[in-house]
């Protein structure tokens, strides 16, 4: 088996949620954070043919890219990368599922209570702005008018504030997510806000989204 381009994207961006992953089989990944706050899913255009789990996926990566065209074959305590013409190999031994945090469910979000689009270059530049100010919070603010998206500390008054206009609206919130859980590709969004808890990213492109939470006792909505 070979992987794709976008998939090794998909599986470099998973490794910054959780540095393991229980791979299942078929064309579903699913990872989650230690601490249960980001999800990620997506679905890929390769069959995986069996279960496994890698404990360190950098690593798994780093071997792939060693390869120019890597042929993966999928033992049953391994994985085996060979280069096209066969001179070169390497094993990664896989590790015990029970030492991963994983999930195997879906989550549903019905009837969001906000749902608007994100684009790639608002998304881009708030993540800049918010690492030159070293803020700790990005911010979804509903003033009634328009919602915009917003970097600061939101415990601290004296702090940098950024902001992009993104959508219109008619509600009032503020939605909050730590900095540190703002584990999205690069892309295009569509966002649905859900006041139990939780934001749902659908990337524009590719088959991936992902669940974050919501600080909710930073969090107000009408």
Known sequence: MKLSETTIEILKNFSTINQSLLFKKGSVLRTITQTKTVLGIAEIEESIPSDFAIYDLNKFLAKLSLYKDCNLEFKEDRVIFTSEDGRRSDYIKYCSPQVITSVEKTL?????????????????????????????HLVFRGDG???????????DDSSDLSSTEIAKTKGKFVCVIK??????????????????GLVKFTHSDIDLEYFVAIESALSTFD
């Open 108 to 136: 549903v979000m019905n009837d969001p209570d906000y749902e608007f689009i994100l684009s790639q270059e608002d998304l881009l530049w708030q993540r800049k702005s918010a690492g030159i100010s070293g803020s700790l």
């Open 145 to 155: 008018k328009k919602i915009y998206l917003q970097s600061t500390d939101i415990k």
């Open 179 to 196: 900095v540190e859980n703002w584990k999205m590709m690069d892309g295009s969004y569509k966002v649905n806000i859900s006041k139990k």
